[in-house]
Structures are given as structure tokens and as C-alpha cells.
């Protein structure tokens, strides 16, 4: 593991071609990270996790997914059920907050079942953006809810449903991507609120998350904060704003890096990744030239980020007893009452 670069990858299909095993056995990333174009059938899903961690020496290497629930889940049926939006947990939670807790909480638990079948043991969730009026929908009703106390609670509430089941959380988009009027995979949303604004809200369930260890950044740039750079390779907000103010002291990824909200190539973008003090690179398309310029910016992992790095081994597989079709029929029971 001492020798991995700070880089989480993607691949093009179902499964990896000579030229995609060949170069992760070379540039040895830290981890990885499915989509749905790389997903058919179980055997498949589960020869290609350990075909990945293959290529990395065999080593428990983190393998990511998005799985939300709503329009943002990689694993659909039968190779997953569908689940509800965040927004529908938080609706539960304006109703009645226990039972609003514990969906979000047996929802995350019930991915952790999902996925750790097949050997994914990272998940991107929770979402802890809170919209604002006339946001765009690119976070929408991925959000539970409008007001930062609900996002709070049933965001901790998910992460530990997650990590009850081995699977280990990733918040998300910090400093907060509640704001932004554009889509960051086409364009860079630029925020004017204040500082003080920021903090009474945006930033308020990052903060009660702090403790987590893994987030993801948010490719917006807050006018207030950093006017020139996007909070993804701005050193300021990094340092003072989500290590210092919000005090998260977790291993830190990119967003996306092929997303249309930086600016340069993609060697450009890693460069500035890296100084602006993320941890991890992620990229997530498989081109291969891309990835190609990704290793050559991404440092082997050393300091700081390596200790950050270690934390997250040491928690990963880590789970309860609970068994599956318990915590199923209990969810589904929630859920009826919607």
C-alpha cells in the first residue's frame, strides 16, 4: 500500500481489457470506482472487484460506487432493488424524526448488504448538500431535505447504516454544492453568499459529519471564499475552510476531475488537484490518455494523506450481524407508510 499514488480510477466495460491491467499494475492507484457501464450479472460484478484488486497486488483495495437510491444508483434490478430518494427519507423525518432516522439508517444498511455481496465496500453517500431556492436539480431531491438540521441528522444517520454493514461513507459535495446554479459536470456554478451565510448553512452538516473519514469535494467556486479557484484546488478553502472551520480532518477526494467545471487538460486539473491539498484524485471515465496523465500528476501516497489513507483500511470490512431480510422487511414497513 505504501507505494499507491493518490488516484481512484475507472474502467471502460465489464471487464478489465490487457491494456487497463497493464496500467494499473504499473501506476498501482489506491482504489477504484464502478458505474453502471461496467455492471451486467453477479458472477461479472464479483469477477471484476477481485480482477481489480488483482491488478494492486491483492490488496483490500477501496472500490467505490454510487448508490444513493432515487435517479443516482448504479445497481438496479435484480442486481439491486430500487430504493427511494433522500428527499422521500427527509419527508419521513418531517413526519415522525424517529422513523425518518431509522430509514435512512436501514436504507444505508441494506446497501451495505447490496454491495458488499459483490465486494464494493465504499459507497458515495450520503449527500449532504442542502438546496436552496432556484438551485439547480443537479442535487434536487438527491438531498433530504432544505434546512441544514435535517440533512444533519439523516446524514449521520446513513453513514453509520453504511458502516453497521462494513461499507464505508463518503460525504458529500463538501464544502456544500446546495447552492450552485449549474450542473459542474457541464458547468462551473459560481456562489455569491457570504461567508457568514455559508456557515449558518451550507456548511452546518459537514460539520456534524466531521468525524467521517472520506468526503468528496465540490468543483464550485464560493465568490466570498476563493473568486479564482473552484473549492476542489482551492488551497484556502481546503485548509481553512473544510480543515479549519468545519474541521474534517478525513482522507479528501476530488470530484470527477473529467468534469466540465475545471478548467485545463486533465494533467493541468491533476496538477491543481494535488496543491490545492486533496488527497485523492479521482477519475472516473476510463480513457485511457486521461488516466495516463492522471498517474503522472498523482503522487505516491506519503504523509498526512497516507495516515488518512490507513485510518480508512483499518475501518474497511468492519461490520454488524444484522441479517438481511430482517432489516428488509422492516424497511419496506417504513417505507408502506408513505
Same mark, same amino acid.
Given at each position: ?180 446554479? #449549474?450542473?459542474?459536470?457541464? %458547468?462551473?456554478?459560481?456562489?455569491? *453568499?457570504? @461567508? =457568514? +451565510?455559508? !456557515? &449558518? ?113 483499518? #475501518?474497511?470490512?468492519?461490520? %454488524?450481524?444484522?441479517?438481511?431480510? *430482517?432489516? @428488509? =422487511? +422492516?424497511? !419496506? &414497513? ?5
Amino acid at each position: 500500500m505504501s507505494d499507491c499514488k493518490a488516484m481512484i480510477l475507472g474502467l471502460k466495460g465489464h471487464a478489465l481489457n490487457k491494456e487497463e491491467a497493464a496500467f494499473f499494475r504499473g501506476e498501482a492507484p489506491w482504489g477504484f470506482i464502478l458505474f453502471a457501464r461496467n455492471l451486467s450479472e453477479p458472477a461479472q460484478i464479483s469477477d471484476l472487484v477481485d480482477s481489480l484488486r488483482d491488478t494492486v497486488g491483492g490488496r483490500d483495495a477501496p472500490v467505490l460506487i454510487d448508490q444513493e437510491g432515487g435517479r443516482v444508483q448504479r445497481l438496479r434490478p435484480p442486481l439491486a432493488p430500487n430504493y427511494p430518494a433522500a428527499a422521500v427519507l427527509g419527508a419521513l423525518y418531517g413526519a415522525d424524526k424517529e422513523i425518518g432516522k431509522r430509514a435512512a439508517w436501514l436504507m444505508s444498511r441494506l446497501h451495505a448488504f447490496d454491495l458488499m455481496r459483490y465486494g464494493i465496500n465504499v459507497d458515495c453517500l450520503p449527500v449532504l448538500d442542502v438546496p436552496v431556492a432556484g438551485s439547480h436539480n443537479v442535487i434536487g431531491d438527491r438531498a433530504y431535505g432544505t434546512e441544514p438540521e435535517i440533512v444533519s441528522v439523516m446524514g449521520l444517520e446513513a453513514a453509520a447504516g453504511l458502516k453497521a454493514g462494513g461499507v464505508l461513507p463518503v460525504i458529500k459535495h463538501m464544502p456544500g454544492h446546495g447552492r450552485g446554479m #449549474a450542473d459542474s459536470h457541464h %458547468d462551473l456554478p459560481v456562489v455569491t *453568499a457570504s @461567508r =457568514a +451565510e455559508l !456557515e &449558518a448553512h451550507d456548511f452546518v452538516p459537514f460539520q456534524a459529519a466531521r468525524h467521517e473519514l472520506m468526503a468528496m469535494s465540490a468543483h464550485i467556486v464560493f465568490t466570498a471564499l476563493d473568486a479564482d479557484n473552484p473549492a476542489t484546488t482551492s488551497r484556502y478553502v481546503i485548509e481553512e475552510i473544510i480543515r479549519g472551520h468545519i474541521g474534517f480532518d478525513g482522507l479528501l477526494m476530488s470530484d470527477d476531475i473529467s468534469m466540465n467545471a475545471l478548467k485545463g487538460t486533465i494533467a493541468e486539473r491533476a496538477h491543481a488537484i494535488v496543491a490545492g491539498g486533496c488527497d485523492m484524485v479521482l477519475h472516473c471515465h476510463g480513457h485511457m490518455d486521461e488516466m495516463q496523465a492522471v498517474a503522472a500528476a498523482a503522487p505516491v501516497l506519503a504523509g498526512k494523506s497516507l495516515e488518512r489513507v490507513r485510518a480508512v483500511e483499518a #475501518a474497511l470490512g468492519k461490520r %454488524d450481524g444484522a441479517e438481511e431480510a *430482517a432489516i @428488509r =422487511a +422492516e424497511f !419496506e &414497513a417504513l417505507i408502506a407508510t408513505t
